[in-house]
């Protein structure tokens, strides 16, 4: 059986059972074939997960059943690319829990048929948000590559495990590659460098501090912390909040973390940094790590790595960048020097599923220490990691995570990479700083429009308020504060409410509800950006 | 266009590029329709990443590369079935590296034809492993679920991320469904559970251990551990490794996780157990959890949960249950007594990727105590988890992790519930059970072969020698034990290099290296069984 067998379009629920109902035109001339066809086709609404390989006789059906669920999916990738349909079809919470239109959620003891998972596939994509479409500008990862895409329905396939070679061979000699690559844009030396890919920024975040930890106080693996000195690590108050989280779990605890302040663009200011180590020291806690961010998640700032890695030279301590969203930026020549004194790093987080469009996960964690992750995380299970294998067992990864099982993330960048080559992604980032700039440009032109930060943007990140004309004339103050906070969330709800767009809002530090534009979505152009401007007009003007 | 117009079969690179070179045979009238379709096919070989979608004439060509990637996936996947098919073709790091018969991992500045990209899929898969191959044995999750593949399909096709209800509504009603399943499965209350699912059984083990501690030490959180008493938990001997990874990672310390000695058959003792912690406390210690295993990696043993919840009751000490693999036993009637007393417990690991078949990963962390999840790990950050959004917010699960970002891992097993049922997951345990029962009875009659614990099983593992002839005889002892240790490894290695089967093997306490067999790949058959038995005769009889 190959496609032409199984071939038809499943656009949505009537169409499927129009053609479960044998109403397919079939082209071929073989009528035994199209006997067999047709009967499978009959038999999926009376055909179940039992029918299908490793049943003996499953191969047929299995085949036309995953094409089917491909051609819905196929029809999904168009629709979401198609920039006239809706985002989103909102619906409450309870309303999902309820059932919506035959779509029940409930599981039940008994198997349905295969034709009502094909119905229910379809439902779970029309009552879902398509992050693809090119107006969906809410998160720094969105849109849908198609390559990585591909890599992901490989890499399901595949169906292995990150932990051996002896499992994963292609795969875990690609992530060699991979790292390799990414230490040398970094900018490190030929003996350096090591990581890992790990389940997001968070996790990656957390291993920075671990090994950081781990470098000083290596005892504590064994020990624990409770005869330790308080340690003390810094981040500015514009940095992602996994470090404070990571700080919990490692048992360092929030209050030491020591948030730097920064300057009005949102960057660490290096005094205040220096200035905060010297009372940590003063009060006889112990610092051991700095944090800087290298494209924060609001308003997109690059802390000066320069002056940070030299106060970190001064005083001894770990530099971990978190540049989960600007790290792609090292791709492009015309704006890598803006992470410029990554390479004096000791750790780097960096996401590719961010700036460079990666399907979700894929994330990095690089150490410029070698052996420092495998030290610190190794504890030689025998039943996984056994000296006498065949092969050199230095790519069995498992040993240096903070994991048993890992996912298989690295297969879809490295799809993408053959694709587009690193010119390719140099291309596409190149294009979201234009459309950055231009969108900059055009608010600061509109009197309605009020920009957080008045420069042409760092990053992507532009980040702005929208008045209504009845704010316009109230002066800045509390009293116009009281009723701006108010103005994002309320245009936002209604985009949602009719699916047109998707755009983040959030308060920071002292300014209230103003919107986050980012631009990491392949499928934006200057024509999105635009309607965006006016639709934020038309939600927002009588409010 | 639909499947006909790109229908046509890539196994192999020769026969793509013969297609690609023009040979397909079309059975189209259509002579408009078959230039459209033939042009698509030349343009392979020059086309790349930029032609497809979001590129505005990108539809069709985007159709006709994922629809031939899917072939090619296709084929593998009936390939991965075929029990006369190789499991793997064995290659060494080395040789992956310097790359083989066109087959160049390198990556490069500029882009590859999308041709190109087909060829690397087909040789990605080639030297990989089939993990769904009838007689691959080597892990606890095996076996490839066809619906379950479905499922993975289409979440990297929404490609969105767990932390908010906002960009993904259904799946995290989904897995709010799901989570109670699974709470009423264990035995809890119907006020009782939270959870979340995680990036595997280790993190879920984190989860468990960081809640037990914030639960008894909620300022952790904020000062830290180095205020506190030193802290200590308990794990029987044969427990998972990530316990101590865990508290290596908490600061809590490895040399304060106590093993507790097992009986024969791998259980923990619980005499051992209360006596271990009247030791601790009488040094001043101070007992905080216990870690009881419900199937263990090796041995397959199920702690005494009942036991064990007394003793945690009497000394006031919080109960983990990693039944990361032993979970899915929950679901069958017949088998569900050997978790008995898990409904005490205050914290359950249960990795659906193993005993039930989902594919990698998906595995849940459960809470008895609703509320402790988030307020151990909440750091409210403003950017994602805005209070005035349209929507009840409680569905938004981002506070409640360890992470930020999450991948959507609960599809698959939602679709996989409704396409199986709970009685099809039992029907299918069932026969895992009744394999393990068949292959202990078949090896306990061959006298080369010497079960590690000589009882009808517990679980799908069976653990055992193979005793080559010249070994027969020697008599149990260093100079034999010196002889076994070697063989399991060396047969092992000519099971790979051959491609038959795949089996593990491990040391274990004082026992040298013996072979694991377990049962959770649905494709595996008694005759899969009889052949592994009589394949390691052949590889072992001479050795």
Redesign the interface.
Request: charged letters at 20%; one cysteine or more.
């Given at each position: 059986m190959?496609?032409?067998e199984?071939?038809?379009?499943l656009a949505n629920k009537e169409q499927m059972r129009k053609t479960s109902a044998l109403t397919f035109q079939s082209?071929?001339?073989d009528a035994k074939k199209d006997t067999h066809f047709e009967n499978l086709m009959t038999n999926l609404s009376n055909a179940?997960?039992?029918d299908?390989?490793?049943f003996k006789d499953g191969?047929d059906l299995?085949?036309c059943?995953?094409?089917q669920?491909?051609?819905?999916?196929?029809h999904?990738?168009?629709k979401s690319?198609d920039v006239k349909s809706k985002i989103?079809d909102?619906?409450?919470?309870?309303q999902?829990?309820e059932g919506l239109e035959g779509f029940n959620?409930?599981?039940?003891?008994?198997?349905?048929s295969?034709e009502?998972?094909l119905v229910?596939?379809t439902d779970?994509?029309k009552?879902?948000?398509k992050?693809?479409h090119?107006r969906f500008l809410?998160?720094l990862?969105s849109g849908?590559d198609?390559?990585g895409?591909?890599g992901?329905?490989?890499t399901?396939?595949?169906?292995?495990?990150m932990f051996t070679?002896?499992?994963?061979?292609?795969?875990?000699?690609?992530e060699?590659?991979?790292l390799k690559?990414m230490y040398e844009i970094i900018g490190w030396g030929e003996t350096e460098g090591d990581g890992i890919f790990s389940?997001?920024?968070?996790?990656s975040n957390?291993y920075g501090i671990?090994i950081a930890r781990y470098k000083q106080y290596p005892e504590?693996?064994?020990?624990?912390?409770?005869e330790?000195?308080?340690?003390v690590l810094f981040v500015s108050e514009q940095g992602?909040?996994?470090v404070?989280?990571a700080?919990?779990?490692?048992?360092?605890?929030?209050?030491?973390v020591i948030e730097v302040k920064c300057d009005e663009r949102g960057k660490m200011i290096p005094a205040e940094l220096e200035k905060n180590i010297l009372q940590v020291k003063r009060k006889g806690q112990t610092p051991f790590c700095v944090t800087a961010t290298a494209g924060s998640?609001?308003l997109g700032a690059f802390d000066p790595l320069q002056d940070i890695a030299d106060i970190c030279e001064r005083h001894g301590l770990w530099m971990h960048v978190d540049a989960a969203w600007g790290g792609g930026l090292l791709l492009s020549r015309n704006y890598s020097h803006k992470l410029s004194g990554i390479e004096r790093a000791n750790s780097v987080t960096w996401n590719p599923?961010k700036l460079m469009g990666v399907?979700?996960?894929c994330s990095a964690i690089l150490i410029r220490e070698k052996g420092l992750l495998e030290a610190?995380?190794q504890?030689q299970?025998?039943?996984?990691f056994?000296p006498?294998?065949?092969?050199?067992v230095?790519?069995d990864t498992g040993d240096k995570t903070?994991?048993?099982?890992?996912?298989?993330d690295i297969?879809k960048l490295?799809?993408?990479?053959?694709?587009?080559?690193?010119?390719?992604f140099e291309a596409q980032i190149n294009r979201y700083m234009e459309l950055a700039k231009y969108f900059y440009k055009v608010l600061k032109k509109k009197d309605n429009f009020k920009l957080v930060f008045d420069a042409e943007p760092e990053f992507t990140n532009v980040c702005f308020w929208y008045l209504p004309p009845r704010l316009k004339h109230i002066p800045k103050g509390f009293e116009r504060d009281q009723e701006l906070q108010?103005i994002a969330?309320k245009i936002?709800?209604q985009m949602?409410?009719e699916g047109t767009a998707?755009i983040?809002?959030?308060?920071?530090g002292d300014k209230v509800?103003f919107f986050?534009m980012v631009f990491s979505n392949?499928?934006t152009r200057q024509t999105d950006v635009d309607y965006l401007i006016d639709e934020i007009e038309r939600l927002g003007k009588d409010l």
């Open positions: 190959d496609f032409k199984c071939g038809y379009s082209t071929e001339k179940y997960a039992s299908l390989l490793p191969k299995t085949e059943f995953l094409l669920v491909v051609d819905i999916l196929l999904y990738i168009k690319f989103l909102f619906h409450h919470p309870h999902l829990l959620l409930e599981l039940s003891d008994h198997p349905e295969l009502q998972l229910d596939c779970t994509l009552y879902g948000v992050t693809g090119p809410n998160q990862s849908l198609v390559i895409l591909a992901e329905w490989l399901a396939t595949a169906n292995t495990n070679y002896e499992i994963a061979p292609v795969f875990t000699v690609m060699t590659i991979l690559k389940p997001g920024g968070s996790i957390l671990l504590i693996k064994r020990k624990g912390m409770t330790l000195p308080c340690i992602h909040y996994s404070k989280k700080a919990a779990i490692l048992g360092i605890g929030t209050d030491n998640t609001v599923h399907p979700l996960q610190c995380n504890m299970a025998r039943y996984l056994q006498d294998k065949p092969y050199n230095d790519f903070v994991q048993c099982g890992r996912h298989v297969f490295w799809l993408m990479w053959k694709a587009k080559g690193t010119s390719g108010k969330p936002k709800a949602i409410e998707m983040s809002y959030q308060p920071c509800n986050r392949p499928a």
